[in-house]
């Protein structure tokens, strides 16, 4: 192959490439062998088949998809496929879909500030990758709404559909912004086109819309329908407790209300864990300047957007949106709008289920990345005429994005290393799976832990993920009151965690009451031996027979 055909190649995939590099860039050491656990994100090399049961089974096509994967790809194979996939799109979509100019490359700008900014940043430690994928798809089908509005297509409509359905699948919260995002949308053109007495125009667009939600919802009758039939939702089981230890974070400088117009306001900043990450905040002075050059493009954008009478309709859609969302995400934190946000919990039958509201930052992230873009094309046209210049500009600006949230370049600045699980655990995990009746509890009983072997990492209790066996493990998330309300309503597990946590001088007891429900075997690692408030007696119960006793894990069989 000749270098003329690399150059036309490169050129063509131009896109994909920047996308790529992109992705590596930002995942770096995360690509190696081995495993990336951060608090939500746990994988391992078992899983159990999904369950289709209430609001969860709106992903269950996507999580069977993960499940059957397992029986051919092992399970850090398959994370770094996910991994990788996820920042590709966050990086390529905004390429393939942006709806304005890009004259002069804009859409690089675009494509950097979508993909790395903060509310990326603390979602990623946070472990959240579904609730990034819903955010990735939210590009497309933004998008789509503003082209179905310019062309009226049967194919931005139903392509607008498909972004939404797939939103769903990964995130509800982003499936339900996505419907009111659409239903202002629909309520702001149609009062548009009843103003200009464009009824023919109007009433094409009704019908193509009510279409393609119908559409919707026939593709997710599969979760809709089941869901309705449920008694007991994860919902109905949100109580004030679940709303005040997930409000929106506030900022001892600039308040609740600057912290979510700067894409922070994650819940957990006030958390102990947020303490094992850096923050961009940290480098005051970078992130200051960084952030006001970046809110002068955003409002130049809105300014230039408004004057020109082909954009001003998606500008103001976009910059409204955008407003809904900075409102909506500020949630119960203390902001001028807290009475309203207060008034929807009280009186919107669904919205508790937006107990973490900062997630309408991803709407909020969406809009400054479409209005910067459009804020920089119109300050390099006036360099048209130099283009050494323009390039050099653009260049300039797509670094804007970098600046301000610095932390997550080369492996989130190298806070998060791939693993491997310790040896003694195959060891223990080959004596389980010859038990075809096998169920066993993981201590330390905790939720949320920080294990040796991941570097000291908190997340989730990786048991489940890994051992081949019925894993009983805690509900207890340990934030404020919050836990499983609908796993802690159980009788088994109430009587299960109230045994392990009692710390009752009754060893055989309480491994009695264990065995009468099922237990067959105790899995024990040293991991919070030091800090862990639960000391479990039980384990020196007589009825107790040690099968591995190592260092780093003792595995137990109940011989009761």
């Not at 997550?408 to 655990?425: H, K």
Request: proline share 4%.
């Amino acid at each position: 192959m000749n270098m003329q055909r690399i150059k036309e190649l490169a050129y063509r995939f131009r896109y994909e490439i920047f996308a790529a590099l992109g992705a590596c860039i930002v995942l770096w050491q995360m690509l190696l062998p081995g495993y990336v656990i951060v608090l939500d994100m746990v994988f391992g090399p078992h899983m159990s088949p999904p369950l289709f049961v209430g609001l969860d089974a709106a992903g269950f096509p996507f999580a069977y998809v993960i499940y059957l994967l397992h029986f051919v790809l092992s399970g850090w194979v398959i994370e770094k496929v996910i991994l990788f996939a996820l920042f590709f799109l966050l990086f390529y979509l905004p390429f393939r879909f942006y709806q304005f100019s890009n004259t002069y490359g804009e859409a690089y700008f675009v494509s950097v500030l979508y993909a790395v900014n903060p509310f990326v940043y603390e979602r990623f430690l946070a472990g959240q990758w579904k609730v990034l994928a819903a955010y990735a798809f939210l590009f497309p089908f933004i998008s789509l709404l503003i082209r179905f509005y310019r062309e009226l297509s049967w194919r931005s409509a139903l392509e607008a559909t498909i972004w939404l359905l797939l939103m769903g699948m990964f995130s509800l919260h982003f499936l339900v912004m996505g419907a009111i995002i659409m239903g202002l949308y629909a309520l702001a053109a149609a009062v548009r086109m009843s103003t200009a007495r464009e009824w023919q125009i109007l009433k094409t667009f009704l019908w193509r819309l009510c279409v393609s939600i119908a559409l919707l919802c026939a593709l997710s009758s599969y979760w809709i329908i089941p869901a309705l039939t449920t008694k007991t939702t994860v919902i109905s089981t949100f109580t004030g407790a679940d709303l005040e230890a997930f409000k929106t974070a506030g900022d001892t400088h600039i308040g609740t209300l600057g912290n979510v117009a700067a894409l922070y306001g994650f819940w957990g900043e006030h958390e102990v864990w947020s303490a094992y990450h850096s923050s961009p905040k940290e480098r005051l002075w970078l992130w200051g300047a960084s952030g006001a050059a970046l809110a002068i493009l955003i409002a130049l954008g809105v300014a230039v957007g408004l004057r020109n009478p082909r954009t001003r309709f998606s500008v103001l859609l976009v910059a409204s949106v955008g407003i809904v969302a900075l409102v909506f995400s500020t949630g119960l934190g203390q902001s001028v709008f807290l009475p309203f946000n207060t008034w929807l919990f009280a009186h919107i039958w669904f919205w508790r289920g937006f107990r973490d509201t900062e997630k309408w930052s991803g709407v909020l992230a969406l809009a400054y990345a479409l209005l910067g873009g459009l804020g920089l094309g119109y300050f390099v046209h006036n360099l048209a005429g130099y283009k050494k210049l323009v390039r050099l500009v653009v260049l300039s600006v797509c670094i804007l994005p970098l600046l301000y949230t610095p932390n997550m370049l080369f492996g989130f600045n190298n806070q998060l290393r791939p693993v491997e699980y310790p040896s003694t655990w195959q060891e223990a995990n080959n004596t389980l799976k010859q038990d075809a009746s096998c169920k066993a509890i993981f201590l330390p009983w905790h939720e949320y832990y920080t294990a040796i072997f991941n570097n000291r990492v908190l997340a989730a209790n990786t048991a489940p993920a890994y051992f081949d066996c019925n894993i009983v493990s805690p509900a207890n998330a340990e934030i404020g009151d919050v836990g499983d309300g609908i796993k802690a309503s159980d009788a088994t597990y109430q009587a299960i965690d109230q045994a392990i946590t009692s710390n009752t001088e009754a060893p055989d007891a309480t491994v009695k009451l264990l065995a009468s429900y099922g237990v067959r075997y105790i899995i024990f690692t040293p991991d919070e031996k030091y800090d862990d408030p639960y000391q479990y007696p039980f384990l020196t119960s007589s009825k107790l027979h040690k099968v591995i006793d190592s260092p780093s894990l003792a595995l137990y069989s109940v011989v009761w």
